[in-house]
């Protein structure tokens, strides 16, 4: 029996050596706790991927008992029925050690330089790039706004974890080369389309709710940074490596957080799902052999590869497919944190009322770069029915509208 065992995986061994079903952690971290609380001590923190066996529901808490004999409860959230990518990256990583960043000033693409240019027209990047963030500043913000498992209602739900089609990836993940695109395509974004909103409070406001879905991303595990652009118009983007941009437009169009991070949700899935990545890794520039090196942003296929993103993006947007997929994954990481996915359906509606009549000179309207909002509407509320009910999800009204 033994032998056997060794050739089993850790979740075949939980379901040989007793019963329940086996489960699996879909977050960076999911607390075991003592008792079906927020506040409830920790026993043990269990990375993503790890695989438990169920031992009784109640309401929204699960007890489980993960591999080495430990047992406690769980937040239905942080549970799912299928194995997702297994991951070492740190939601709360810095910017790569070593920086590869294309010269931002109006300069011929030959002479590209290697060092980060830091002046007045991009310190405000850079400063929503270093926001000092922890995981004990996510954990304080999610007790005080009362979200998921730290919700002040008695949850009950009638289900246990989301057992809904897993969303693969389109390519795998590039790792440093892959936020140090994103970086470059951040720094263009914000020197030709929009500049950083101005505020340490809103930007940092915004991270924190980001965050508390992106934890949830599927796909490829990614650390992430939300910057706000100063522009009326509403407009958001999802750049490799897990930066997300979203306009004050957009943002004053919502009606509460949880709408708000719906709409984050959404792009943060974009990255993770590699959207962005895959695209670039068709481009002439990774094909050719060229890499986030000295040499390769030097060459002027790396300007090319910029453009043609770029224009994607704002422009044309994205494949259909991804962008049903990424309302799929919004949905998903808003219920799993404790926000009202509903409200998803309500944001859209916003969104797509202010993007009437927007000016925009370096970029297409919002709405005309989703799908039609009628055919998203009817998937999202056929995902929404396949939701176990639960009551205890936050809309969180009062700290948007204070932080807005």
Not at 68 to 75: D, S
Not at 221 to 235: E, G, K, N, Q
Not at 334 to 340: K, Q, V
């Amino acid at each position: 029996m033994a032998i056997c065992l060794l050739a089993l995986s850790a979740g075949q061994v939980l379901a040989a050596q007793a019963g329940g079903a086996v489960l699996w952690t879909a977050s960076d971290r999911t607390p075991l706790r003592s008792d079906r609380s927020g506040v409830a001590a920790t026993l043990k923190d269990l990375p993503r991927g790890t695989p438990v066996r169920q031992l009784q529901n109640e309401g929204a808490w699960l007890l489980v008992e993960e591999p080495g004999g430990v047992k406690g409860w769980a937040y239905q959230g942080h549970l799912e029925a299928s194995r997702p990518l297994p991951t070492s990256v740190d939601l709360f990583a810095p910017l790569p050690g070593s920086i590869v960043l294309a010269e931002t000033a109006d300069t011929s693409r030959s002479s590209r330089s290697v060092q980060p240019e830091r002046n007045k027209d991009n310190e405000a990047l850079w400063s929503v790039l270093e926001l000092p963030l922890s995981r004990q500043n996510l954990e304080d913000f999610l007790r005080e706004g009362g979200i998921g498992e730290y919700s002040q209602a008695t949850p009950h739900s009638n289900g246990g974890p989301l057992k809904l089609p897993a969303l693969k990836p389109a390519a795998p993940p590039g790792g440093d080369a892959e936020r140090l695109l994103g970086l470059n395509l951040a720094v263009t974004v914000t020197r030709k389309v929009a500049k950083p909103a101005f505020g340490t409070q809103l930007q940092r406001y915004v991270n924190l709710v980001g965050l508390s879905v992106a934890r949830f991303a599927p796909g490829n595990a990614l650390s992430y940074r939300f910057i706000v652009l100063d522009s009326p118009a509403p407009m958001s983007l999802s750049l490799p490596g897990g930066f997300v941009m979203i306009s004050t437009g957009l943002v004053k169009s919502l009606d509460n957080e949880a709408q708000l991070a719906l709409v984050l949700a959404h792009e943060a899935a974009h990255a993770s799902l590699a959207h962005g990545w895959a695209r670039a890794k068709a481009t002439q520039f990774f094909r050719s052999g060229l890499g986030m090196t000295d040499d390769g942003v030097k060459s002027p296929l790396f300007g090319q590869m910029q453009d043609e993103l770029l224009k994607q993006l704002l422009r044309h947007g994205t494949d259909q497919k991804q962008e049903y997929d990424a309302d799929a994954a919004a949905v998903q990481m808003a219920y799993r944190a404790g926000y009202d996915p509903m409200q998803l359906i309500a944001a859209l509606h916003n969104v797509d009322r202010a993007s009437d009549g927007a000016v925009l000179s370096s970029s297409a309207r919002w709405s005309d770069l989703h799908p039609p909002l009628q055919m998203r509407m009817n998937r999202i509320q056929a995902l929404l029915a396949r939701l176990p009910m639960q009551d205890g999800l936050a809309l969180a009204t009062q700290r948007f509208q204070a932080n807005i």
